[in-house]
């Protein structure tokens, strides 16, 4: 499975929207990203996934661009509850075995 | 609806003592099963995974086994705990058959002390 570079960490404003970048230079064409995200002494939780168009649901909008080598989650208008460490994940495997790396800590500040 | 449990939530086990942690998830046939674990300010570790019944696959060497005896059941043991043995164990579940998304429990953190 391909390898992902995020930032380690990342500050955001109570109600703006808060973009999360993801490197994933080495994907290949039958890979999926996936975006998780852990808030604290809880399990992880799926927020979205793409293969190459842009994807939205209630959570986030993911945009991956015309190479797949990068994608950036979006969460359009962040609130105290979206503190947490987001993972980008990207997976082959059919049995959705997942390996997360050491993720983006996001802090939303009132 | 799917649902996953995982017990128990705490758990203070002496160095050189045996450990059993139990998840069930209901609601869904034949999924693929993880164990995972974080320690202290680390990241999530992928421990076992399991396709099927007596079908267990190890990530990492450890003093930890798995096992699932039964479809929606899956155990975590150890004969003899040590220190590091520490940390947030997750259990988490999968539809099989093609790519979807993990469903985690709510975790045990285990103490070695």
């Known amino acids: 499975d391909a390898k992902t570079t995020q930032p380690p960490s990342m500050d955001c404003a109570e109600g703006r929207a808060a973009n999360l970048p993801c490197n994933h230079s080495t994907i290949s064409g039958n890979e999926y990203v996936y975006w998780y995200r852990q808030i604290h002494s809880q399990g992880p939780q799926y927020i979205i996934h793409?293969?190459?168009n842009n994807e939205t649901n209630e959570m986030a909008s993911l945009i991956i661009t015309e190479d797949r080598k990068s994608s950036t989650l979006i969460l359009p208008h962040a609130t105290l509850r979206d503190t947490a460490v987001y993972y980008c994940i990207v997976i082959t495997d059919s049995w959705g075995k997942l390996q997360f790396g050491a993720g983006t800590q996001v802090v939303v500040t009132p | 609806s799917q649902t996953i449990h995982q017990w128990p939530a705490t758990l203070v086990q002496p160095v050189g003592s045996p450990l059993s942690l139990e998840c069930t998830v209901e609601g869904t046939s034949n999924p693929n099963l993880y164990w995972y674990r974080q320690a202290a300010g680390r990241g999530l570790q992928l421990l076992f995974y399991?396709?099927?019944?007596?079908?267990i696959s190890s990530e990492v060497p450890q003093n930890l086994s798995a096992s699932r005896p039964q479809d929606r059941q899956f155990i975590l043991s150890s004969k003899k705990l040590l220190l590091s043995d520490s940390g947030f164990y997750l259990c988490?579940?999968?539809?099989?058959?093609?790519?979807?998304?993990?469903?985690f429990g709510q975790g045990t953190r285990l103490t070695v002390v």
């Open positions: 988490a579940w999968s539809v099989s058959g093609y790519y979807t998304e993990a469903f």
């Open positions: 399991s396709v099927g019944i007596g079908q």
């Open positions: 793409g293969l190459k």
